[in-house]
């Protein structure tokens, strides 16, 4: 069913996605329509494609029905004000998901840490994120891309 959930805009995908009950919440699809998929991903033509995709240096970032699915289940931890470590950050889409979700109107006072152990990752990752309109929030704090290893926590 994932596959099928493909669009042409990121809109569509995420729509599609929630249209085959591969997430319920409102507020998860509130988060993934405001994050343009095609400003994570190395292949644009592929953005909207409901599958991973290589993103470089032996890593990939997942299908979005996976960041959907995990979203979703965090949501009860996702809320306003809250801080959140993303282990693993990659290409800095979930970091992007999860501040809309702890920032919905920029004023909560939430903070994302992205931590990545590949450093060419992690400046692409705060490229992306100022591609996506996010540039403000890195400035603030609200959001930060470290490199390190996530099983040490924030440095």
Known sequence: MAW???????????NNMLNAG???SELVGEALRRVDRA????????AYYDSPQSIG???TISAPHMH???TEYLLPLLTPG???LDVGSGSGYTCAIFHHLVNPTGTEGGKVVGIEHISE???WSIENLKRDGLG????????????????????
Do not use: W
């Open 57 to 59: 240096h032996a890593a």
């Open 68 to 70: 959907a699915h995990a």
């Open 121 to 123: 990752l992690v400046d």
């Open 22 to 24: 591969l997430f319920k």
């Open 136 to 155: 403000a929030h890195i400035e603030s704090g609200a959001i930060k891309m470290v490199c390190g290893d996530g099983r040490l926590g924030e440095p």
């Open 4 to 14: 099928a959930c493909s669009g042409k805009t990121n809109i569509e995908l995420v």
């Open 82 to 84: 809250a801080k959140v």
């Open 39 to 46: 400003n994570y991903v190395r292949n644009k033509h592929e």
